[in-house]
């Protein structure tokens, strides 16, 4: 049988305290390819496992095309960053977009909670003609 094609993003773990991880573009690549795109963070004090955790630190970033409304990237510091950057790593490797993040549930309460947070963060910050377009679909 033939090989499927390798994956086109590969996530990249620091096993530091904290941990950090990263799939996909950084805004300075996103940038460098003039690329409209806007960011959505979520800090996992916001999320209900972060308090239960007693988390103080730990933080997600997103970036998504303006365009297209297609993930770009995914960066994560902080408690299990390691362990959430795959959920990114398969959203970019389908080509998904931040409809994926802000139509689905995410269990309750964990940390991948996190990616509807950030996506929402993204999403409220999106000019309203990128924003209501999900909805209208």
């Not at 408690?79 to 995410?106: P, R, S, W």
Request: aromatic share 10%; with cysteine.
């Amino acid at each position: 049988l033939p090989m499927p094609p390798a994956p086109q993003y590969y996530p990249y773990g620091i096993y530091a305290v904290p941990e950090i991880s990263t799939v996909g573009m950084n805004e300075q690549e996103v940038r460098a390819r003039g690329i409209p795109f806007e960011c959505g963070v979520a800090r996992f004090r916001e999320t209900s496992r972060g308090h239960i955790m007693g988390l103080g630190g730990g933080m997600m970033k997103m970036l998504f095309s303006l365009k297209t409304r297609r993930l770009l990237g995914v960066h994560i510091i902080g408690e299990g960053a390691t362990e959430l950057i795959h959920i990114g790593q398969a959203v970019l490797n389908l080509k998904g977009t931040i409809d994926y993040f802000v139509e689905n549930t995410f269990n309750y309460p964990t940390l991948a909670e996190a990616y509807k947070i950030a996506a929402l963060d993204a999403w409220n910050r999106m000019p309203r003609g990128q924003a209501v377009a999900a909805v209208a679909a």
